[in-house]
């Protein structure tokens, strides 16, 4: 989990970056989530105690990820690539933006 301090010294204050992922499962899907700590939501995944799609597909691996500020703006982006077609999500993965 990564913190960041946003001042030094006495009564510093810390926030949490936030974490878009990607997972290609095991049928071949894409699975959208954020979190935290991506090596840990990962392994719970793996372990089937990350949600209830992944448990059913099995995911394999990470195959995309961006850091976010906040909460906030991760699942403004979450929702975003949700609703994107397979193909779009394949160019962002492979080229790290979209052409289409």
Avoid at 15 to 37: H, P, R, V
Avoid at 57 to 72: A, D, F, G, Q, W
Avoid at 83 to 97: M, N, T, V
Wanted: net charge positive.
């Amino acid at each position: 989990m990564m913190r960041r301090s946003l001042k030094g010294g006495r009564g510093e204050k810390y926030f949490y970056m936030y974490f878009l992922y990607i997972l290609e499962c095991k049928n071949g899907a894409l699975y959208t989530g954020i979190t935290t700590d991506v090596k840990r939501r990962f392994n719970e995944h793996k372990m089937g105690t990350g949600g209830r799609y992944t448990r059913a597909k099995k995911v394999l691996r990470i195959v995309y990820t961006e850091e976010h500020p906040n909460r906030s703006s991760a699942s403004r982006r979450e929702a975003e690539i949700k609703s994107w077609r397979r193909e779009k999500k394949i160019a962002l993965i492979r080229y790290g933006q979209v052409f289409l």
